[in-house]
């Protein structure tokens, strides 16, 4: 389905400006204000002071006077939070990594060497993408405490394809399909190899949906949590998500300033990532669903 | 480049047999993600129906009990509970993502200023990790301080704190916001591209015969979106019937077990419980209502190919 992309403006353009007010703009900016507001009251709850923390009879709750980096300097230097977040870039890259390389081949041999029995497996991994988390990380503890990577990244870089190689594969068919077939005709003429014929014409014109796949595969390891809560124990070893949650909560007293510093850091790195590729994000959600 | 070849020739003649019919090169290819999603799919799938038959504990295999675990579950209250809990936060979440995300999508659609802008804001939700975003839910609904509470207080409209999540009810409609907040983005992106799809032209001829704007939206966008729609609707009611996070972040079932899903008492049955046999036949008893899920899916994308006319 290719996106018709006309400028038209269409029967708007009949629309009394009240109306388009109260219709389209009104409602735009409730969206807007809902969908945005936690993470506001998680940016200003980082940067607030102890003592106008929680007492909203002298100060505003939406405002902060003197904003301090008290929290996050508690949190950088205080906690194990640097390991935290290198435990999870190791994890998110090596997972992404071993699963671009696996999905590359295994959608180039699906959808262009039509081998026997292709189809029926192009059909599995779409199944296998449809398979939840939530119910294969008890068979998964299994086997991760069976073979020895109990509470190790390693049991994370390892189960976390299982999620992504689906997803990936699904979306790199899409693209390998968009590329005529024609060019690797003539090259296989000109006495290419398959490899060559991957590597030199394949891969080149397929960057776009390599780039897709490799930043929501990496924001997927990122947000991935039931995983890192299930196979890991250790605090040196834990993700951020498990970490913020499972080890600055104590007790019946919230620190609410380092737990939002915390949320607030570790979310930044995917929403930078996100905020230089947002099209190639868009097309790796709409185009997962699309096919 | 033909240097490079012969060099590599003689290397190359042992895999060159097997690269060289397609299927022994498609087999060498699908190689590497055959045995990740062999070892680490497939195989724990079938090992969780089997954990599922046994009284396993952590760190001890256990031995076949039939079906114990599931005949303890069937007199299990609580396990009834989170039947209905789940069925109930999946069925009031996923219509409410719907209808809202459509709406979101449909303003989306308009001819508007800055409207990547919109469509790059609105995404954030579904970006940022769940676990984070739901702590910022969790502080927003603190019992004492929450900022909601706080400002319908201020508002007059309320005289002391709402118990967001202290209270049965109030905790399952709680989460039930957190989740529609959570989900409105990936509904709202992927109708939208789907409405990009169909052209202006069947509205402007639909309105030419004098169609009112609700008539086109019911007898010309509707119809052609149904597909879309329906693809889009599995994967919003897999997510949200298998959820996990938010759950676990904001109420670990509580109170009282109001808030527990099918996931999260698996969890808690199988690894702080140690149980890991009759987690695991939670789990199992999920797979049924996710088939019911995806062969809505299959039939959807049927109707598309019809549809378009070819395949």
């Not at chain 2, 060099?7 to 022994?24: D, H, I, V």
Request: aromatic residues 16%; contains cysteine.
């Amino acid at each position: 389905m290719a996106q018709t992309e006309d400028h038209a403006v269409g029967l708007d353009q009949y629309e009394t400006l009240p109306r388009r007010i109260l219709t389209v703009w009104l409602p735009l900016f409730v969206f807007v204000f809902v969908l945005l507001f936690p993470f506001y009251w998680m940016a200003i709850t980082a940067v607030k002071p102890d003592n106008q923390l929680t007492d909203y009879a002298n100060h505003s709750p939406f405002w902060v006077v003197g904003p301090t980096l008290e929290h996050m300097r508690y949190l950088l230097f205080e906690t194990t939070y640097p390991r935290w977040m290198w435990n999870t870039i190791i994890v998110s890259v090596a997972s992404t990594t071993i699963s671009l390389v696996a999905s590359v081949f295994a959608a180039y041999a699906i959808e262009r060497l039509r081998f026997k029995g292709s189809r029926i497996t192009g059909l599995m991994i779409f199944l296998a993408y449809l398979v939840p988390p939530s119910i294969l990380f008890i068979p998964l503890a299994f086997i991760v405490f069976q073979v020895g990577i109990f509470d190790s990244r390693l049991a994370l870089i390892l189960t976390y394809p299982t999620f992504l190689i689906p997803f990936c594969t699904w979306l790199l068919m899409g693209y390998f399909r968009s590329i005529p077939y024609e060019l690797e005709e003539s090259a296989l003429v000109d006495g290419a190899s398959r490899w060559q014929i991957l590597t030199k014409i394949v891969l080149p014109l397929a960057v776009p949906g390599l780039i897709s796949a490799g930043i929501f595969a990496f924001t997927l390891s990122w947000n991935e949590f039931i995983y890192a809560l299930t196979f890991i124990s250790s605090s040196e070893n834990k993700t951020v998500p498990v970490g913020v949650l499972t080890e600055l909560v104590r007790g019946d007293i919230y620190e609410w300033g380092a737990l939002m510093s915390g949320a607030l850091l570790g979310s930044l790195p995917v929403v930078i990532l996100y905020s230089f590729f947002v099209d190639y994000y868009v097309s790796s959600m709409t185009g997962a669903v699309k096919e | 480049m033909t240097a490079t070849l012969e060099t590599r020739a003689p290397r190359r003649r042992r895999l060159g047999r097997l690269s060289e019919s397609r299927n022994g090169l498609g087999f060498l290819f699908m190689l590497p993600a055959a045995v990740f999603l062999l070892f680490f799919l497939t195989y724990p799938l079938g090992l969780g129906v089997w954990l599922g038959f046994t009284d396993s504990k952590i760190g001890r295999p256990g031995v076949f009990i039939g079906l114990e675990n599931y005949r303890w579950l069937f007199d299990d209250p609580v396990f009834w509970l989170t039947v209905f809990n789940t069925i109930f936060y999946t069925v009031f979440a996923s219509i409410a993502k719907f209808a809202l995300g459509l709406w979101l999508a449909l303003l989306l659609n308009r001819h508007l200023p800055f409207k990547n802008f919109f469509r790059a804001v609105i995404l954030l939700p579904w970006v940022v990790p769940t676990v984070l975003s739901a702590m910022a839910f969790w502080w927003i609904f603190d019992s004492q301080f929450s900022i909601i509470s706080w400002s319908l207080m201020r508002l007059g409209v309320i005289d002391q704190p709402i118990n967001f999540l202290g209270d049965p009810w109030n905790a399952r409609w709680s989460v039930i916001a957190a989740n529609i907040w959570r989900g409105i983005p990936f509904v709202a992106i992927s109708l939208l591209a789907g409405l990009q799809t169909i052209p202006q032209s069947l509205n402007e001829a639909a309105a030419i015969d004098g169609a009112t704007s609700w008539q086109r939206f019911t007898k010309v966008t509707l119809p052609l979106l149904t597909p879309i729609i329906a693809v889009v609707m599995t994967f919003s009611v897999l997510f949200t019937f298998t959820d996990f996070q938010l759950i676990y972040v904001l109420t670990r079932g509580g109170p009282v077990n109001a808030t527990h899903l099918m996931a999260t008492l698996s969890f808690q049955r199988a690894i702080p419980g140690g149980q890991l046999g009759e987690g695991a036949a939670i789990a199992v008893a999920m797979i049924p209502f996710l088939l019911a899920a995806i062969l809505f899916s299959f039939f959807g994308l049927q109707r598309r190919r019809w549809q378009q006319g070819n395949d």
